[in-house]
């Protein structure tokens, strides 16, 4: 064992920035499936930091570009002083989500600490909507743009951040993006920015230098990493509420490769997992334990 570190494992159990109902149940079903004992079996030091509120995805009448706004606020703001306690006590965490907003716990969390920290944000999608660049209503992917205080994202989220922006362009690194699941928003924004892009497929090619690249870019401060398993290629690990990354993107094990160059940096502290729905891994069980097999191991 390389090395061994003190771990908080915090839940969100929210499914309410989402497209339907399921990502609630994710904490429940990662701790059921042992990623406590596993880590412990690694000989970290293991904290459960318990749950966030959870909230089950209805739709949302009153802001349908926005949906379930209030709700995504209380989960948030809820792991912020959650992911700031493990971060006070020297902890690295583990976030189960629940949704890709988990991202903005972390991040508001983690920069009010280190306005230096940047973000590996491993996702299928940039997150780089508003409600201008979309119909869909849901706050889940557009999580980055808040972060990055893109004009037009949605006020109340971001003002109960605690800095602003938390991220400048230079501290993010979109990781595993599908050129053909970014939205023309999306593309035009990151362009403006200037972010950092390493594709999918060029994750999958070589997870090692891939990961490299991303540590080579960042500054001295400390960087979170957050995981939207729809990153993965769906044929070989059916995890995510998105169903649509099918035989493109890295397998589990590529991206765990890139994943454990990623955390045994020693800038690395907070781990966030989101978009795993559970009923997607009925037929093929094995798959949340390969997954819990692989968080571990990167941890
Ligand atoms: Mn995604």
Request: a negative charge.
């Amino acid at each position: 064992m390389a090395r061994t570190r003190k771990i908080v494992v915090i839940g969100a159990p929210s499914s309410a920035g989402s497209y339907a109902a399921g990502q609630e149940q994710a904490p429940r079903v990662l701790r059921e499936r042992g990623i406590l004992e596993r880590l412990r079996q690694r000989g970290h030091e293991v904290v459960d930091g318990g749950d966030g509120p959870l909230h089950i995805w209805a739709p949302d009448a009153a802001h349908p570009l926005a949906q379930n706004v209030n709700q995504v606020i209380a989960s948030v703001t809820a792991l912020d002083l959650q992911v700031g306690e493990a971060l006070d006590d020297d902890a690295h965490v583990l976030v189960l989500g629940g949704s890709c907003l988990v991202a903005l716990g972390v991040m508001s969390a983690l920069t009010a600490r280190a306005p230096d920290a940047g973000l590996v944000y491993m996702d299928r999608h940039s997150d780089l909507n508003t409600p201008d660049t979309t119909t869909d209503g849901a706050l889940d992917w557009m999580g980055l743009a808040l972060l990055l205080d893109v004009p037009g994202s949605v006020r109340e989220l971001r003002d109960a951040l605690r800095t602003k922006p938390v991220l400048t362009p230079d501290r993010v690194h979109l990781f595993g993006v599908d050129p053909a699941a970014t939205t023309g928003g999306e593309r035009r924004i990151r362009d403006s920015l200037g972010l950092a892009v390493t594709t999918g497929s060029q994750v999958a090619a070589d997870p090692r230098a891939a990961a490299e690249r991303v540590l080579a870019g960042f500054g001295a401060g400390p960087f979170a990493i957050h995981l939207d398993v729809d990153v993965l290629d769906f044929t070989d690990a059916p995890l995510a509420e998105d169903t649509g990354g099918r035989n493109t993107g890295p397998d589990l094990a590529e991206a765990a490769e890139a994943l454990a160059v990623l955390c045994r940096d020693p800038r690395f502290r907070v781990l966030s997992v989101g978009e795993l729905n559970p009923t997607r891994s009925v037929g093929d069980p094995r798959v949340i334990d390969r997954f819990v097999d692989a968080l571990a191991r990167a941890l």
